[in-house]
């Protein structure tokens, strides 16, 4: 039970670095298109 509780906080930890790094790279192509 504990490693099922465990593992399930690892995939939020991952789900939600991952929405962080998609949202950094689609601002800075948003800021790259910006100043072209």
């Known amino acids: ?3 099922q ?4 906080g ?3 930890t991952y789900t939600k670095c991952s929405n ?3 949202l950094q790279q ?3 192509i948003k800021n790259t ?3 072209q």
């Open 20 to 22: 962080e790094i998609k």
């Open 10 to 12: 690892d995939v939020q």
């Open 33 to 35: 298109s910006l100043k």
């Open 26 to 28: 689609h601002t800075l």
């Open 1 to 3: 039970m504990s490693t």
């Open 5 to 8: 509780k465990r593992q399930l």
